[in-house]
């Protein structure tokens, strides 16, 4: 297995958030053009559509070569990231990229709600080691996050249909990561009472 290696957070940061924070700044300064290629009328969205696939393409390469390794969520999200984003300018339509969240959480919310009827938390395999916890600490906080992804699903549906291109790409850049934010903000107790010190892990 290959050894991760640690990077400067700032950067880490920088890199899986940047794609989002520069799709969301060209989609400001975009969102009422239009662009004309062989003979097909692009919006501004389409435009930044195509360049963000390529751009977390790039970043998430550089990420593994910086740390060595990617979680499976990460690879699950860049794939989901070029199918629909790649069905977008594909087709022209917008509809497919304002998906992808909803087929993120689903997927996510689904894997870790098959382990959760298996009675395991598929959320320890990917996290334990960032995150050392009891079983029944982990059992709890896999069941909340499963809840809290489908609702994620939920709400990016009810976003994308029922408000305008605008009013989405500012719940998908800021809301969405709020809402994560803030679920894991509140998990502080679970965590202060599953959790297990650094010198017991290493005992």
Known sequence: MPETKKINPWLKLALELGPIAVF??????????????????????????????????????????????????????????????????WFNDDRFFKMKPTMIYVLFAAILGFGLWRGESYLKLVMEEALPMQPEGWMILTRRITLFFAVLAVANEAVWRMMSTEAWVTFKTFGLTAALFLFFMTQGKLLEKYGIAEDETQG
């Open 24 to 89: 969301f700044i060209g989609f400001s300064r975009l969102k009422d053009a239009t662009f004309t290629f062989a003979g097909q009328d692009y919006h501004g969205f389409i435009l930044m559509t195509a360049l963000f696939v390529p751009l977390m393409l790039l970043t998430t390469g550089i990420l593994w070569k910086l740390t060595g390794k990617l979680s499976k969520m990460q690879v699950a999200t860049l794939v989901l990231v070029v199918i629909f984003g790649g069905l977008s300018v």
